[in-house]
């Protein structure tokens, strides 16, 4: 079983930067992708970033050139850094690994909220 433990939400104005973290532990031998989805009220939940297991990475466009998906194989953890963050932002933070044999597993959920 693996779980996912994020860090890192929090308040924040508009035009400042957070760094979001999510490390796994369990028995994790076959993920092919870390991801970061976020869903704001009212709204499905969307893909805000995601780096496959290559290392090749993948945007939504409304975060493209402000937010940036790294990841440390060593530590099991997948980072997110956001920069010039908008009100738009806001909302509540998922990670997401992707195992090849047993599908998804989902973080509880950070909180990221931007003031204009």
């Known amino acids: 079983q693996v779980q996912l433990v994020e860090s890192g939400g929090g308040l924040v104005q508009a035009g400042g930067s957070l760094r979001l973290s999510c490390a796994a532990s369990g028995s994790i031998f076959s993920i092919n992708a870390m991801g970061w989805y976020r869903q704001a009220p009212g709204k499905q939940r969307e893909l805000v970033a995601r780096i496959i297991s290559g290392g090749s990475t993948n945007y939504a466009d409304s975060v493209k050139g402000r937010f940036t998906i790294s990841r440390d194989n060593a530590k099991n953890s997948v980072y997110l850094q956001m920069n010039s963050l908008k009100p738009e932002d806001t909302a509540v933070y998922y990670c997401?690994?992707?195992?090849?044999?047993?599908?998804?597993?989902w973080g509880q959920g950070t909180q990221v909220t931007v003031s204009s």
């Open positions: 997401n690994m992707y195992d090849r044999y047993d599908g998804d597993y």
